[in-house]
Nanobody
Framework: QVQLVESGGGLVQAGGSLRLSCAAS????????MGWFRQAPGKEREFVAA????????YYADSVKGRFTISRDNAKNTVYLQMNSLKPEDTAVFYC?????????????????????WGQGTQVTVAS
């Protein structure tokens, strides 16, 4: 059983920045694809970003491309989401997720059903 714990959410003004962290248990963290998803009230959960097991490749949703950066530190069992130029429409609960599969494609890694483990989420609120 892999445990994921998100942190770093909060209230920020439009145009500001936040850095989310997701700490994972397990010695096999370095072999997982890691992803970030978000869900706003009344909306479906949507893909935000994913990073390959070795950190060498990333995918982003069009809505966040150029503003958000996903990264990981396998020595610390932690994945990050740096969010810049935040907009009110970014307001959501952000979840990190882990996928044990080594397969790598946008089609696979943008789909929540392909992830095996999920954190409880952290609230991000962007004020206008």
């Amino acid at each position: 059983q892999v445990q994921l714990v998100e942190s770093g959410g909060g209230l920020v003004q439009a145009g500001g920045s936040l850095r989310l962290s997701c700490a994972a248990s397990g010695r096999t963290f370095s072999s997982y694809t890691m992803g970030w998803f978000r869900q706003a009230p009344g909306k479906e959960r949507e893909f935000v970003a994913a990073i390959r097991w070795n950190g060498g490749s990333t995918y982003y949703a069009d809505s966040v491309k150029g503003r958000f950066t996903i990264s990981r530190d396998n020595a610390k069992n932690t994945v990050y989401l740096q969010m810049n130029s935040l907009k009110p429409e970014d307001t959501a609960v952000f979840y990190c997720a882990a996928d044990r599969s080594l397969a790598w494609s946008y089609t696979l890694k943008s789909v929540e059903a392909n992830y095996d483990y999920w954190g409880q989420g952290t609230q991000v609120t962007v004020a206008s």
